[in-house]
């Protein structure tokens, strides 16, 4: 049996892998045991799995692997964070960022190669879309990133936290990345809290509710704009789950979990979403929301974007205004500037198959770049 036709075992989750040992006539206790030595001990090589039998381990060798996704190329910053380029098939790529900050790191993951949601102020979005990841493909950027940190399970967490915020939008790649979650929860897997793994969606609300029923995470709203008409030319989904209906989804979320809270995300651009205007619009909604919180994000610059980050004080005057207003309002400092590693940023490099990349480069030529 070659490679090809082994089964890479980071695409199961714990009873995933429970079935696939019975299918090999094993015990359920051995699926666990080879778990903890691939999320706990970072191992993937199944010769040095020592406490597993060596018929088990030539068993296993014959029938699968430990295959997390090859580093194309990765690159630290000045303030701690790290980026890795990870290769998928038919060269394509996708990005994981490291944020260490005094009290927790932060690991961000992509869901898909490209993005086909096409939001406005995204730099993934104008590469396209390509396909979604495999379960391996997602748990496998937090595997890399924590074999390179020397992170230890239960013990010297150097990652104790993940945002399923990079490339793509997370619900669109349902069932990979539930699974691929399900790891970084169990005990045998990263073993995280619920609130410590949150997923970021642009606002898909059926699937929202999906989500609620299927595994116990944190919620995060890319939301960018408290009204329908601004919100829709940001993030064109808006369209079709509009934001009473967004918010619908999300009280229910609340209703369902009445411990939790969620995050939305306000990417503040010059002139575009930061006026006292649009603050007094973002605090009528969230009183709608009282438990939730606000994290405004300073835009960050890509080439050829029409979008411009809001000035400091413009930032400060709409955080102020949200504060004095009792809104839970965070400000995300910009890191790993020197490796464009912020929000909105990661490339990667996605072969399209949505045509994205060349719409944008027409709009550019048109001078649309320039419009803001
Ligand atoms: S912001 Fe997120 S959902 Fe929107 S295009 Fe970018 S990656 Fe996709």
Known sequence: MNQVEKVNLLDFDRQGLRDFFAQLGEKPYRAEQVMKWIYHRLESNFENMTDVGKALRAKLEAACYVGPPNTLFDKGAA?????????????????????????????????????????????????????????????????????????????????????????????????????????????????????????????????????????????????????????????????????????????????????????????????VNDQPEHARQLIKLMRKLPTCKVNLIPFNPFPGTRFERSDPDTIRAFQTQLLNANILTMLRRTRGDDIDAACGQLKGQVHDRTRRQEEFRKRLDEGEAHAA
């Open 79 to 271: 303030d701690g964070t790290h980026k890795w380029l990870l290769g998928m098939d038919g060269g394509n790529a996708v990005e994981a960022v490291y944020i260490p900050e005094p009290t927790r790191g932060t690991l961000c993951v992509s869901s898909q190669v490209g993005c086909g949601l096409n939001c406005q102020f995204c730099s993934t979005a104008t590469q396209g879309f390509n396909r979604n990841l495999a379960t391996s493909e997602i748990i496998g950027q937090m595997w890399v990133a924590a074999k390179h940190l020397g992170n230890i399970t239960h013990q010297n967490r150097r990652i104790t936290n993940v945002v399923m915020m990079g490339m793509g939008e997370p619900l669109l790649n349902f069932d990979n990345v539930v699974k691929a979650m399900s790891l970084m929860r169990d005990d045998l897997g990263f073993g995280l809290a619920s609130k410590r793994v949150t997923l970021s969606t642009a606002g898909l609300v059926p699937m929202i509710d999906k989500l609620s029923e299927s595994i116990d995470v944190s919620l995060a709203v890319s939301l960018h704009a408290a009204n329908d008409e601004l919100r829709t030319e940001l993030v064109p989904l808006n369209k079709r789950y509009p934001i009473a209906e967004l918010l619908g989804a999300c009280q229910r979320w609340i209703d369902r979990k009445p411990r939790t809270s969620i995050t939305f995300e306000y990417t503040l651009m010059k002139g």
